[in-house]
Nanobody, 124 residues
Framework: QERLVESGGGLVQTGGSLRLSCVAS????????TGWFRQTPGKEREFVAA????????FDTDSVKGRFTISRDNAKNTVYLQMNSLKPEDTAVYYC?????????????????WGQGTQVTVSS
């Protein structure tokens, strides 16, 4: 089994928090990087954050910096995305993905394995 399964999405008000989880199985959890992307209908998939398998190296983006934190618990085969101070523009389907690539880690095309997505909706 080689799967990534996201959970933790939901409906929250502006300023609220959510913690997304990505549970990996098979080779996906041991891959070099696990990342989070988000997508709104009609827009391109957007990189959010990524973390290496050893948890040491973090990749982020200015749009969520200071509000979102990526982490992992290898004993639970889980990568987390803690989202605080949520804004309506954070509304999207959030996907986790895994890759063994060492380059282009903020680019969706570098990721071969994807979860099914979890919906995050932030109301004003």
């Amino acid at each position: 089994q080689e799967r990534l399964v996201e959970s933790g999405g939901g409906l929250v008000q502006t300023g609220g928090s959510l913690r997304l989880s990505c549970v990996a199985s098979g080779r996906t959890f041991s891959m070099y990087v696990t990342g989070w992307f988000r997508q709104t209908p009609g827009k391109e998939r957007e990189f959010v954050a990524a973390i290496t398998q050893n948890g040491i190296n973090i990749f982020d983006t200015d749009s969520v910096k200071g509000r979102f934190t990526i982490s992992r618990d290898n004993a639970k085969n889980t990568v987390y995305l803690q989202m605080n101070s949520l804004k309506p523009e954070d509304t999207a389907v959030y996907y986790c993905a895994a890759t063994n690539s060492r380059v282009g880690l903020r680019t969706s095309s570098q990721y071969a394995y994807w979860g099914q997505g979890t919906q995050v909706t932030v109301s004003s």
